[in-house]
């Protein structure tokens, strides 16, 4: 079975300031990893996503995720935080080698970003 | 723009009273899923189709149906509402080039989203 953890309910930091939101999954294969952010009343925007291949990922609005694969992590940053970088924050696995598996979501993490 | 649509974006009905919610997309994505999420909680996978194979999640009550009359649309069916079923349902796709399975990587793109209320 595939999981997701998100250790952080919320997380809170200064604007200008570096922030990481955590992730850590769980797999028997090898996983596809993506990282969600949710504004209110809104859908899902997809961020980013890690495959194969570089273990930084770069993604939308400057945010960037680190696949640790020792550590089974996959963290979210960014140098530079904004007040509108304020939103909910899903990370996501998929197991590559189940042969057939949707995706599995963390349980969100509340970024708050204050001026 | 391609894109996911959902509609209505605001849905009150009644207890008991069935409601149908919609999705369609502009991305010709083969997959189309169903979401229910409640309140700053993780997306709940209710069922998905594949092509036109559905799929429901072992604990999807038998109260949720879905349709997918074509490519472009899907239609989630709720009979007979309760109050625990008030949450945004979310509509999602994704390109999966595999037949039989759900092994691409591709990513799966959301609509806005149905808040239902049940009064």
């Known amino acids: 079975a595939q999981s997701v953890a998100q250790p952080e309910d919320q997380v809170n930091v200064a604007e200008g300031n570096p922030l990481t939101v955590k992730c850590t999954y769980s797999?028997?294969?090898?996983?596809?990893l993506f990282w969600y952010v949710q504004y209110p009343n809104r859908g899902l925007q997809f961020l980013l996503k890690?495959?194969?291949?570089?273990?930084l990922v770069k993604g939308s609005y400057g945010f960037e995720a680190e696949f640790n694969k020792s550590q089974t992590s996959f963290h979210l940053k960014k140098p530079s935080a904004l007040v509108s970088d304020s939103a909910l924050y899903f990370c996501a696995v998929r197991d590559m080698n189940s042969g057939y598996s949707t995706l599995t979501f963390g349980k969100g993490t509340m970024l708050l970003v204050s001026p | 723009d391609a894109m996911v649509i959902q509609n209505p974006r605001y849905q009150v009905t009644q207890f008991g009273k069935p409601v149908t919610l919609s999705c369609s997309q502009t991305?010709?994505?083969?997959?189309m899923y169903w979401y229910q999420q409640k309140s700053s909680q993780a997306p709940k996978l209710l069922f998905h189709y594949y092509d036109k194979d559905f799929n429901n999640e072992a604990d999807t009550p038998d109260n949720f149906q879905s349709r997918r009359p074509n490519t472009s649309f899907c239609f989630l069916d709720i009979r007979s509402p309760g109050l625990g079923d008030a949450a945004m349902y979310l509509c999602?796709?994704?390109?999966?080039?595999?037949?039989?399975?759900?092994?691409?990587?591709?990513?799966?793109?959301f609509g806005p989203g149905t808040r239902l209320t049940v009064l």
């Open positions: 999602a796709t994704s390109s999966d080039g595999t037949s039989g399975g759900l092994t691409s990587t591709d990513t799966q793109y």
């Open positions: 991305l010709n994505h083969n997959v």
């Open positions: 890690y495959i194969t291949g570089d273990n």
């Open positions: 797999v028997s294969g090898n996983p596809y």
